[in-house]
């Protein structure tokens, strides 16, 4: 396995469940990320974690939780979502040394659908 | 002042012509500069990294103005398949980038 993987690749959940979306580099970066990209819009960061640690959270809604183990996987846990959180949910990772990023490799993303 | 700002578009162009997009950003001490493509329903991949002299990559070539803040991507030649929404990218020193809202590009055959 190379690179940035995301499972599940589409996902269609009622607003009761609960789901959580994974996300593995095999590229041995130090950042992970999750952005949300709504239709016609533009990408939206959620959560930024450093070394396995959070270090940024944009204000999302608590029903979106996220979860980093290990510097190689991420997850994203999902509860009591609204049909407005039906999006392309995308997943980064970034070499970060001394305050310069390198770029972002992206998984594939989830596209979830909330009902 | 939005922190990367491209022009959307879209830009509608014949096969075979030459095409360029500018971008600009709003923090001077900005690190490093990038251009990434998305596919449709696509996750955006990484286009060209852009480096201070400029830089070449086949028919793309971009450009970085640090003084005027912006950097620009040309693409010559323009392929049916270079049909895409590009998006520009900087990192302004810290661990995450910041993208523009990308400019979408239509090859018209």
């Known amino acids: 396995e190379t690179g940035v993987t995301q499972t599940p690749r589409h996902l269609v959940m009622g607003m009761t469940n609960k789901k959580s979306l994974k996300c593995e580099q095999h590229l041995g970066h130090n950042a992970m990320y999750w952005y949300k990209q709504s239709a016609k819009k533009p990408l939206e960061l959620m959560f930024v974690?450093?070394?396995?640690?959070?270090?940024e959270n944009n204000s999302v809604p608590s029903r979106f939780s996220p979860e980093c183990p290990n510097s190689s996987h991420l997850f994203l846990h999902l509860h009591t979502l609204q049909p407005e959180d039906s999006a392309l949910y995308l997943c980064?990772?970034?070499?970060?040394?001394?305050?310069?990023?390198?770029?972002?490799?992206f998984g594939s993303g989830t596209r979830l659908t909330v009902v | 002042r939005k922190e990367v700002e491209q022009d959307p578009g879209p830009f509608n162009v014949p096969e075979g012509a030459t095409v360029a997009f500018n971008c600009t950003y709003s923090n001077s001490a900005s690190q490093s500069f990038f251009w990434y493509r998305q596919d449709c329903r696509k996750e955006p991949k990484l286009l060209m990294s852009v480096y201070s002299s400029g830089n070449e990559d086949g028919r793309f070539t971009a450009q970085l103005n640090r003084a005027s803040q912006y950097i620009s991507l040309l693409i010559r030649d323009s392929k049916l398949s270079d049909s895409a929404t590009y998006l520009c990218?900087?990192?302004?020193?810290?661990?995450?980038?910041?993208f523009g809202t990308g400019t979408r590009l239509t090859i018209i055959p």
């Open positions: 990218v900087v990192n302004f020193g810290n661990e995450k980038l910041t």
């Open positions: 974690y450093s070394l396995e640690e959070r270090v």
């Open positions: 980064a990772s970034s070499q970060e040394w001394g305050g310069v990023n390198y770029g972002y490799t």
